[in-house]
């Protein structure tokens, strides 16, 4: 009786050990909505994204000028539990923006190189013709900022098979008028998924 319980579980543990080794890879869509968690995912960004930058183009201070608007992105406050690349939302986003030609962006991450190198073209290891003028930097006319939060909803203790959780996620974007303080434009984009689990299982 033991030799054949110990057969039975050295099968089982070599087929787990075949399949742990298993291993593959496949190629993806990434416009494909594809989720594996009710967790915030590349999908929802790729959504929020188009949503916002249709939104603002087409919003009272940008879709009436004939010359494009000055903006300076100072980022998104992650007020969630997670940890989620905002800076990765923004990139995306100010992608989105300048490809539809209403939006010119100040490079607010690279100030600090741009006066190094700035500095360095004053220098006398610069031809003097070829160095930058001073004082010819853009203003931004606008800010654009946002807030990003979540609430998490897990089912009560109680005796079943399946375990619940509800994920409710809002992203706000703003953007505020650099010269009178005002907000001109505002949007949001709410994400609602609820996820099933057994209790038991991998």
């Known amino acids: 009786m033991r030799t054949a319980r ?3 579980l050295l099968g089982v543990l070599a087929v787990l050990s075949l399949s742990g080794c298993w291993y593959s890879v496949k ?10 968690t009710e967790e915030y995912s590349h999908t929802d960004q790729k959504k929020a994204v ?3 930058a249709d939104s603002l183009t087409a919003s009272a201070p940008l879709k009436d000028r004939e010359k494009p608007s000055v903006l300076v992105t100072y980022g ?8 989620i690349d905002t800076k990765g939302f923004t990139d995306k986003l100010d992608v989105a923006l300048l490809r539809t030609g209403k939006v010119k962006l100040v490079n607010k991450d690279q100030r600090e190189n741009v006066e190094k190198e700035v500095g360095y073209s004053e220098s006398a290891k610069v031809d003097p013709a070829t160095r930058i003028q001073l ?6 006319e606008y800010m654009l900022t946002g807030r990003f939060t979540s609430i998490d909803r897990k089912e009560p203790k109680e005796i079943r098979l399946r375990k ?12 505020t008028n650099l010269t009178t ?4 434009w505002k949007d949001e984009v709410e994400i609602l998924r609820e996820g099933q689990r057994p209790i038991i299982g991998w």
């Open 6 to 8: 110990s057969s039975r």
């Open 27 to 36: 190629e993806i869509d990434p416009d494909k909505k594809k989720h594996y």
């Open 50 to 52: 188009a949503h916002f």
């Open 76 to 83: 998104i406050d992650n007020r969630t539990s997670e940890h």
């Open 135 to 140: 004082g010819r930097q853009i203003g931004a």
């Open 164 to 175: 619940g959780r509800l994920l409710y996620y809002q992203l706000s974007l703003e953007l």
């Open 181 to 184: 303080n005002q907000i001109e």
